[in-house]
């Protein structure tokens, strides 16, 4: 799935922001969620045990689900809360700040989708 692929790689991890939107855009994916309910994730929802993997993700009508999670995002959480949440997080403590991540995604998607070698590879529905 080139458009995927893209989109993970788009963030790059050569900055904290990147770092972070690879993050929040892999978990995304590997646990087909919806973005408020990554952001509203605590440090405390997360597992990254290898094999083991999980969130408990709080989606609408607050219910709760685990959904588990490949080892490469779990490495990449591992990086990604290592240097944004060291140490012992509070409980009550936001994987991501929402307004910034919506903001980088925009970009990001903008880069992807218009600028990218993406767009020949996805077909528009128009065309067909």
């Not at 405390?44 to 999980?54: F, M, S």
């Not at 989708?113 to 067909?128: A, K, L, S």
């Amino acid at each position: 799935m080139p458009a995927v692929e893209a989109l993970i790689r788009a963030p790059g991890q050569h900055t904290g922001r990147g770092l972070r939107d690879t993050t929040i855009i892999l978990l995304i994916f590997d646990a087909a969620t919806r973005v408020q309910e990554i952001l509203d994730l605590t440090p405390a929802d997360i597992d990254t045990t290898p094999g083991r993997g999980r969130v408990t993700l709080t989606g609408k009508g607050r219910k709760t689900r685990t959904i588990p999670i490949m080892d490469n995002t779990c490495r990449h959480l591992d990086q990604y809360l290592n240097a944004f949440h060291p140490g012992t997080p509070e409980p009550d403590v936001c994987l991501a700040s929402g307004a910034a991540f919506m903001d980088s995604l925009e970009v990001v998607c903008a880069q992807v989708f218009e600028n990218g070698p993406v767009g020949e590879h996805v077909p528009d529905r128009r065309d067909q």
